[in-house]
């Protein structure tokens, strides 16, 4: 696995990017926080015909794959209410579970289904939250992602991010020898993966425009690195940038009308800002001795993060959205790249090498302060989760790559993965607006 930045520079001289990846993707928590709550989610109860999907369990799954929450196991279940009227908290309070959540479907006809859940304080007797949706029967693993989000900001205070998206880059080679790439986006826990594009040649780089309709992604199909921009919904795509030399690592602004990207027009690589409706382009960096690239928008939308190692060694860097003066960043250890800025702008996660080796960081940008969270040491391409908690991540595990992800504060990890599969070039998609 080599690091993105070490890409560009074999890119800068031939034009070559070493790509892996495939995946369905299941997650399997690698480490807990040690103080996960406990909540009884009761298998939901059934009028008419099935369901499609077990919202119950989809939920149950959703809130166990963020290693704060301990699901009670379905033969430990004291009872199996549905109505308030049916609950005795007594009971289960034995239990030591401090959150109940309970529910009902129903459907005559198997394309429409009517849902309520409800989700009760144990310990108060209280309800806490609680809603009823009519749903078709294609919509019913998305609104289990829609309610374990309610669940799980009604109890931590944080935004939920099941519903959220993932985007990932994939290769497999074909029975005649030849490499298949393919970019493809799945739920946030991996299920229900669809392919954004298919090629025979690389693809890298894919980042979700702020509204989560769009992606702009680096392709080589066409000979070259080309940047394209592609609606979700329709699959229609246009080509935004097809410059001479390297068009790279295109990044959105907050407010949707503007790239960032990495263009070599004369001959190095600059960072540039390109406005999407007109194309006019406002290079940001100059620097005819260094490589800038990977750049990343603060939230305000103000400055622009980026890797530079003008310095003599890869490090980050902070300039004005309208270009100028460039403020250094990271200062400890010699390589640090790869930026992403957490939605508050507070901590910045990235790529920092230690004796060789390269792991994923988060620096707090008031104090300086840099956290490893890692211990892979083949670790890559860092994307926050767009409620700060988590940061997704490309890493390496017995020779095969993998997606990752670890909380911020380095106690919860996750990995993404299937026995037999590649994946890299990992990105979050914001909140549904």
């Known amino acids: 696995m080599v690091p993105k930045f070490m890409r560009l520079l074999l890119l800068t001289v031939a034009f070559i990017l070493p790509l892996q990846a495939q995946?369905?993707?299941?997650?399997?928590?690698?480490?807990?926080s040690g103080a996960a709550l406990p909540i009884a989610i009761v298998p939901f109860g059934e009028d008419g015909l099935a369901p499609p999907e077990d919202i119950s369990e989809v939920i149950k799954n959703d809130l166990a794959s963020t290693g704060r929450f301990a699901p009670v196991d379905k033969q430990d279940l004291i009872s199996q209410p549905h109505d308030q009227a049916d609950i005795n908290f007594s009971?289960?309070?034995?239990?030591?579970?401090e959150g109940l959540l309970i529910g009902k479907v129903s459907s005559q006809d198997g394309e429409n289904y009517q849902v309520q859940f409800q989700l009760f304080d144990v310990y108060k007797g209280e309800m806490l939250a609680g809603k009823r949706y009519n749903v078709p029967a294609s919509g019913m693993r998305n609104l289990a992602h829609q309610i374990a989000d309610i669940v799980y900001e009604t109890l931590t205070g944080e935004k939920g991010i099941f519903s959220t998206r993932l985007a990932f880059v994939t290769q497999t080679t074909a029975t005649d020898g030849k490499k298949r790439y393919a970019l493809q986006i799945s739920d946030?826990?991996?299920?229900?993966?669809?392919?954004?594009?298919?090629?025979t040649q690389p693809i890298m780089s894919p980042n979700w425009s702020p509204d989560g309709e769009q992606l702009t992604y680096v392709s080589f199909e066409n000979g070259n690195t080309e940047i394209f921009v592609q609606q979700m919904r329709s699959g229609q795509r246009k080509s935004v940038a097809s410059f001479e030399g390297i068009n790279s690592a295109p990044v959105w602004s907050p407010d949707g009308r503007k790239l960032a990207l990495t263009l070599s027009r004369n001959g190095n690589p600059e960072i540039y800002v390109m406005e999407l409706a007109s194309g006019d382009l406002l290079r940001i960096t100059n620097n005819s001795q260094a490589i800038d690239t990977e750049p990343a928008f603060t939230p305000d939308g103000r400055s622009i993060i980026f890797t530079s190692d003008r310095g003599g060694n890869p490090q980050i860097y902070k300039v004005p959205v309208n270009g100028g003066r460039a403020e250094r960043l990271t200062f400890e250890g010699n390589y640090n790249a790869s930026p992403d800025i957490s939605p508050d702008g507070e901590k910045m996660a990235m790529v920092h090498a230690m004796g060789g080796k390269f792991y994923i960081a988060v620096q707090d940008l008031r104090s300086g302060n840099v956290q490893v969270l890692t211990e892979n040491g083949r670790d890559e391409s860092p994307s926050f989760a767009p409620n700060g908690s988590m940061i997704l991540y490309a890493t390496e595990q017995k020779g095969r790559g993998v997606l990752a992800a670890v909380s911020v504060d380095g106690r919860i990890h996750q990995r993404l993965s299937e026995s037999g599969t590649m994946v890299r070039e990992p990105a979050w998609s914001p909140l549904k607006q």
């Open 91 to 97: 009971d289960w309070r034995l239990l030591r579970s």
């Open 23 to 32: 995946a369905v993707l299941k997650i399997e928590i690698t480490g807990g």
């Open 188 to 199: 946030a826990d991996g299920a229900n993966p669809r392919t954004v594009l298919q090629s």
